[in-house]
């Protein structure tokens, strides 16, 4: 995968982004430019006219890029193929202003996987912020809860937000600590 790292573009239509760090939903226009200063996970976190935003992957042709595909799953699979996909698509959310998916910040606590009588699944996700006053929480909710509810077979995912405990450094993957610096 490409970097697209201080890559420039243009806003090709009119799109629905989220300002980093305040989490308040505008529409950037077209026309205005700027450039990627991060693309992880599908979506973009773009700098224009010395605002950050943050625009999701769905919207991503707006930019001139390609969506992300919908994750798949193997036929017959079981809870624990589900459970495992489920991680592998937490792993594609990125807090907007650090560049480490928040599996590896330590913010997902659990997630567990309940078959329903009709075949589809619940998924109940209890995550965490890096602070209580984010201002993007809401927006990383919804992230998670749309990426693990594309999983098929996925009716339904809910994620719960909790500050017990509260995260800290430690919490973090050896390899997000080494990328950070946070030793």
Not at 3 to 29: C, D, Y
Not at 72 to 99: G, H, S, Y
Not at 101 to 130: E, W
Request: hydrophobic letters at 40%; charged letters at 20%.
């Amino acid at each position: 995968m490409r970097s697209h790292e201080n890559e420039p573009f243009v806003v090709n239509r009119e799109v629905p982004a989220v300002i980093v760090p305040a989490g308040v939903e505008v529409k950037l226009k077209p026309g205005q430019a700027g450039y990627i200063t991060q693309a992880l996970g599908g979506s973009f976190t773009v700098y224009i006219e010395g605002n950050l935003f943050r625009i999701a992957g769905e919207n991503a042709d707006a930019i001139g890029k390609e969506a992300v595909q919908a994750p798949e799953l193997p036929p017959n699979a079981t809870e624990e193929d589900v459970k495992k996909l489920a991680w592998d698509q937490m792993r594609t959310c990125f807090d907007p202003e650090i560049p480490i998916n928040i599996v590896d910040l330590g913010l997902v606590y659990d997630c567990n996987v309940t078959a329903n009588p009709d075949g589809s699944r619940a998924i109940d996700i209890t995550m965490t912020l890096t602070a209580p006053g984010c201002g993007m929480g809401e927006v990383l909710v919804e992230d998670v809860k749309d990426k693990v509810q594309r999983i098929p077979t996925v009716s339904c995912a809910n994620v719960e937000l909790t500050f017990d405990p509260p995260w800290n450094q430690s919490m973090m993957s050896e390899a997000a600590r080494l990328q950070t610096g946070m030793f």
